[in-house]
């Protein structure tokens, strides 16, 4: 999953690398505050307690939903030798030693998504998972350094198989919790409606007067300061060593995903290529690819590819996201090969992740991701 919401500065799946950090020196009288209470204070968890049971009651009736559909329920380890290949993303490093002293460099995984592929190559067909993922660099309202993923894969279906699923989840949420509207700082959306349907190429237009497509060439590549002209003129900053991508980024950041799911959800898609890594382009326009993302209240709730299934395709891929990830943040993680080779006998699917705890938050009306964890993640002084 993502960007950084607009209202969200805490951090996100992928970084807003616009935003900088302002401090403000006020005079005025010292005044000792008292701290927090801890989670596990009594009336801070009775306070709780309400949303986090109505967190159980979401478990409970998406796990059935699932098994209503013949869908497996797999485990994924959260221990792995590649925690995954975004460029934006930030993993938590550990190592395993064997008894001979030997150290392996392992990662705490950012999704179940290589483990769940991987049992696609081996032969199954409907698979989810209720995983626990971590995040590093990543505390805010809508983010939690560990978190719990909701992944569901469909071989042989198309992708937009998993549209039709999204709507029924997020009714499924709605009559779970009794909740009759969505609502995210001033936001409201119907949960029960049927979602909009919108391309990225069309939200650049009707939503920031920029014709996207015509800075992508048919065959891929990006015109990076035809993209620069027009977010100029679109009244946004652009830097000197802002690629592409983050000119992307910085519309949707800005003039884009605000918008996103207000009165209804909305369903955007056909990224282009170059901004889906692991999907496969799409056959009526090679410009774009099968991956869409699904908003609500203008909160990126899931992310879904058609999946890419190529390894020479994938690894290319890959090769370049660590490119860039060494380029902002200065380090690169591993190539999971097995992974690679699984793709290569991994029947066509559909894939996709969604933040289960947000859709938890917005379907019990918290304002924060932590009023749906039952144990969050300790503060770090940094």
Not at 11 to 22: A, I, K, M, Y
Not at 247 to 255: G, I, M, P, Q, Y
Not at 260 to 267: D, E, F, V
Not at 337 to 344: D, K, R
Request: charge should be negative.
């Amino acid at each position: 999953m993502e960007r950084v919401a607009a209202e969200d500065g805490d951090g996100p799946e992928r970084p807003d690398h616009d935003r900088r950090s302002v401090f403000a020196r006020v005079r005025a009288p010292s005044v000792l505050t008292s701290p927090p209470s801890p989670w596990w204070a009594a009336e801070r968890h009775a306070d709780r307690r309400p949303a986090l049971m109505q967190r159980n009651r979401l478990t409970a009736a998406f796990r059935a939903w699932f098994a209503e559909r013949d869908f497996v329920e797999v485990e994924a380890a959260c221990l792995q030798v590649s925690p995954g290949n975004e460029a934006h993303l930030s993993a938590f490093a550990t190592e395993a030693v064997g008894a001979s002293g030997a150290r392996t460099p392992l990662y705490l995984h950012t999704s179940p998504e290589f483990a769940c592929k991987k049992l696609l190559a081996a032969g199954e067909t409907r698979l989810f998972s209720l995983a626990r993922v971590f995040r590093n660099r990543e505390r805010g309202p809508l983010h939690h350094p560990e978190f719990t993923m909701l992944e569901w894969y469909r071989a042989g279906a198309p992708y937009t198989t998993l549209m039709a699923d999204c709507a029924d989840l997020l009714r499924l949420a709605a009559t779970t919790t009794g909740a009759r509207r969505f609502t995210y700082r001033g936001r409201d959306a119907d949960p029960l409606a049927e979602p909009e349907r919108l391309t990225v190429a069309e939200a650049f237009d009707r939503l920031a007067g920029i014709d996207l497509l015509a800075t992508v060439s048919r065959t891929g590549e990006t015109d990076r300061d035809a993209l620069a002209g027009a977010v100029a003129n679109a009244g946004l900053r652009v830097a000197p060593d802002d690629t592409w991508a983050d000119l992307v980024s910085r519309v949707l950041v800005a003039r884009i995903e605000p918008h996103l799911g207000i009165g209804r959800p909305t369903i955007l898609c056909e990224y282009p290529v170059s901004e889906a890594a692991l999907a496969r382009p799409a056959p009526h326009d090679g410009r774009v690819a099968e991956r869409f993302e699904l908003y609500v209240c203008g909160v990126e709730l899931a992310n879904a590819f058609g999946e890419l299934t190529d390894p020479g395709e994938q690894r290319r891929r890959f090769e370049a996201e660590m490119t860039e990830k060494l380029r902002v943040y200065g380090e690169r993680y591993p190539i999971d090969e097995e992974f690679l080779a699984a793709l290569a006998v991994m029947p066509d699917a559909s894939g996709i992740a969604l933040g289960f705890d947000r859709l938890a938050m917005l379907a019990c009306g918290a304002t924060r991701i932590e009023d749906v964890i039952w144990t969050p993640v300790a503060e770090t002084q940094a």
